[in-house]
């Protein structure tokens, strides 16, 4: 998509016509949101995933069991990893094994260190120096005093890049825009960051939305998407268990059968084949309740392939 002049402020009318009817999809988006009555409403059932922009970050980074107790003894990457960015400064996030009283943070471009710090915290804020350029992948690498780094985490695509400038404009104009309550601002504001790869930013929303006491399995769920896109397995994890409590507590039979499928999944991503076969059980019987005989059938396909492996 031809956005270049988008950028100047959306002053160019023949680039206001082409992007007219895409923006007026995102905006109706929007006013839907408006529209519905609670967030269990908006987010609780099938929903087509919005994707407003493709970028190779939208492919799943691979990683190991989430389990695996090695894990806990190395400062692997949270965030930013396998995303883009928005900001230029973002904030950097990692694993705290046990004992470990400091961190030496480094940020790589591609076999130059640009940057490097060192904390007592599990996470700090990039000051921005040297800036950071659209087009170019960065990669965060965490030493820690304990001899481990990120780096010993058996993981694909880390690293992160800026989202392209001409996008830029795009999602804040579509920011800008939003006519909602700051409830299901936040949500929309998610839901936007990740359709545009910007996962990172995302999942800081949601957690924020969390952290201010809003308990809903949608949003556990969404987090636990985008932690298992990102490669953040033991986070993936423990937000689609956490959400598959709410759901049954609500006793939401659809969000129930989406939230096991998707562990079921991520438990196939680990190669943990009896975990999943469990979970796509919890699925099937769902979908049965529900009457989904089509996905009854795929799930039992699903279940006696994996019952061979």
């Known amino acids: 998509m031809k956005l270049q002049e988008l950028l100047k402020k959306w002053k160019r009318k023949s680039i206001i016509t082409k992007t007219f009817v895409w923006f007026a ?7 839907m949101l ?12 099938e929903r087509p995933q919005i994707i407003l922009a493709q970028s190779s970050t939208c492919r799943r980074a691979r990683t190991g069991d989430p389990r695996d107790p090695s894990l806990a003894n190395i400062p692997y990457l949270i965030s930013p990893r396998h995303t883009l960015l928005l900001s230029n400064k973002p904030k950097l996030r990692w694993n705290s094994p046990l004992g470990v009283k400091q961190y030496t943070a480094s940020l ?11 904390t007592d915290q599990n996470e700090t804020i990039y000051a921005g120096e040297p800036k950071l350029e659209p087009g170019v992948e960065y990669l965060l690498i965490i030493t820690a005093d304990n001899g481990k780094s990120s780096q010993d985490e058996e993981a694909s695509q880390q690293g992160f890049r800026l989202l392209p400038t001409p996008e830029v404009g795009i999602v804040k104009a579509i920011l800008d825009n939003q006519e909602l309550t700051d409830k299901n601002k936040a949500l929309a504001t998610a839901y936007i960051y990740s359709g545009f790869g910007l996962k990172a930013e995302a999942i800081d929303t949601l957690e924020k939305i969390i952290a201010s006491g809003i308990k809903e399995a949608a949003l556990y769920k969404k987090l636990g998407e985008l932690y298992s896109e990102t490669g953040v397995n033991m986070e993936a994890e423990l937000n689609y268990l956490q959400a598959v409590q709410l759901a049954i ?3 939401d039979i659809p969000e129930q059968a989406q939230i096991s499928t998707a562990l079921g999944e991520l438990y196939i991503e680990i190669g943990d084949e009896k975990a999943a076969i469990k979970s796509f059980n919890q699925a099937r019987d769902s979908y049965r309740t529900l009457g989904n005989t089509q996905r009854v059938k795929e799930l039992d396909a699903e279940i006696e392939e994996l019952k061979s492996i």
């Open 25 to 31: 999809g995102i905006l109706l988006f929007l006013v």
């Open 34 to 45: 408006t529209a519905l009555p609670n967030i269990h409403t908006a987010f609780g059932f």
């Open 108 to 118: 790589v471009k591609g076999d130059k260190t640009i940057w490097q710090t060192t």
């Open 249 to 251: 507590a609500a006793r």
